[in-house]
Each structure stands twice: as C-alpha cells, then as structure tokens.
C-alpha cells in the first residue's frame, strides 16, 4: 500500500538553529499537508498545499514557517529559527482528489526536539 | 468553525468486554468524520471514515462507528476488546470540500488501556 514517508524519524536541534523536516507524499495525491502534536496535546493543523502554493495556514503557521514542493515529489517543511515551544511531533500527510475519497494519509511523523 | 470533543481523556477496558469511545462534533456543513489510530512511538493510522453513505461504518481490526446527525455524533465501537487494541484513538472532522481542502480538526485523543 503507498505511504507517506518522512525524515528524519528524530532531529535535536540548538534553539535558533534551521531546521527542515522532509516528506515524500503518496505519488498521486495533490493536496499536502503538515500537522504537529506537542507531547500530550491534539494533534493540530499547521497549513495545507495545493496547485504549488498554500491553500490555508493557521495562526501557528507564522513567519517562522515555511513550506515547499522544490521538486515534484517532496514536501518539506522550515522552521527558520527553532524555539524551545517548536518541540513537537511533526505529522507530514496527503490527499488524493475527491473521487479517492477524501481520506487524509500521515506520514509516521519526526519528533523535533529543540534544547 | 468546526470542533471535536471526545468525552472521557482515558478508557480502560478488560480484554473481551465491549470498547466505547465517544466522539461528539460540532460542523456548520455536512463532515466527513474519522477516526484514526496512533500506537506508541508510530503515525497516524486510519481506523475508519464516513463520507455519507451508510451511517454505520466499519473499519479495520473490528471497530464501527455510527454517524448520528441528531445527536451529532460518531461514537466508536468494538464488541471485544483484545491487548493489541491498546493505543490513544483520535477522532477527526473535516468539511466536505470548499476552502477547507480537507483540513482536519481533530479532538484531545482518548488513551484506550486493555487489562488481561
């Protein structure tokens, strides 16, 4: 069965540091997605990526974030200057067009630790 | 605006006895409801979904769930609970298209712990 994939599995990053987290959506699917649960809290939405751009971002996604599709087949996600807060579980996912069911598939995630 | 709330932060149940794990949304539009599974250290995984067809729905390793639009519901089920069902459940909603693209909100988990 396809799969979202992710890496790294575990990054610990210095607090200020760059750090950029990679996905290889589902091959087909033209919706992408970035989702990040902090230890014990819900999962929550960060920005979703359609046609080449973002299609929607919540008000986590600020200026610090960035996202990106520089090749056709990964999706990466940019945090310029990590914050302690920025510790998390970083949940990749994408979605195939309406007739394969609208069903949203995640990756295994990488859990970003920020010291 | 669109919401979860999943009654009941931890369920523990004895291996065999019947899983209940409720799910209550809140929707402007018609949902797509799911609920999705996360083991320890791993992903999310798709236990089962509704997009508008049959309103009992089953999904993988036994579980079903009832979408109930009167009570705004999607309550998940399982007649008999087995050791491996140990994990924390998520149930999520999302509209049905439009501008949301499909974005999911999903509620505070519900940690399910199965005793011998």
């Known amino acids: 069965e396809p799969e979202v994939t992710q890496t790294p599995s575990h990054q610990v990053t210095q607090m200020g540091q760059e750090v950029i987290l990679r996905c290889v959506p589902i091959?087909?699917?033209?919706?992408f997605y970035w989702y990040r649960q902090i230890l014990g809290q819900k999962v929550e939405f960060l920005v979703s990526?359609?046609?080449?751009?973002?299609?929607?971002k919540s008000e986590i996604f600020d200026d610090q974030f960035s996202v990106e599709r520089p090749d056709g087949s990964n999706f990466t996600l940019k945090i310029r200057s990590t914050k302690l807060e920025d510790s998390a579980m970083y949940f990749c996912?994408?979605?195939?067009?309406?007739?394969?069911?609208?069903?949203?598939?995640f990756g295994e995630g990488s859990w970003l630790t920020v010291v | 605006a669109q919401s979860v709330t999943q009654l009941g932060s931890h369920v523990s149940v004895s291996e065999g006895a019947l899983v209940l794990l409720r799910c209550n949304y809140s929707?402007?539009?018609?949902?797509?409801l799911f609920w999705y599974v996360q083991y320890p250290n791993q992903g999310l995984q798709l236990l089962l979904k509704?997009?508008?067809?049959?309103?009992l729905v089953k999904g993988i390793n036994g579980f079903e769930a009832e979408f109930k639009k009167s009570e705004t519901s999607f309550h998940l089920t399982k007649p008999s609970a087995h050791m491996s069902d140990a994990a924390e459940y998520f149930c999520?909603?999302?509209?049905?298209?439009?501008?949301?693209?499909?974005?999911?909100?999903f509620g505070q988990g519900t940690i399910l712990t199965v005793h011998p």
């Open positions: 996912a994408s979605k195939g067009d309406s007739t394969s069911g609208n069903t949203i598939y």
């Open positions: 091959s087909n699917h033209l919706y």
């Open positions: 990526f359609y046609n080449n751009e973002i299609s929607e």
């Open positions: 929707s402007s539009v018609p949902p797509y």
């Open positions: 509704y997009t508008s067809a049959a309103t």
């Open positions: 999520a909603v999302s509209d049905r298209g439009g501008t949301s693209y499909g974005k999911l909100t």
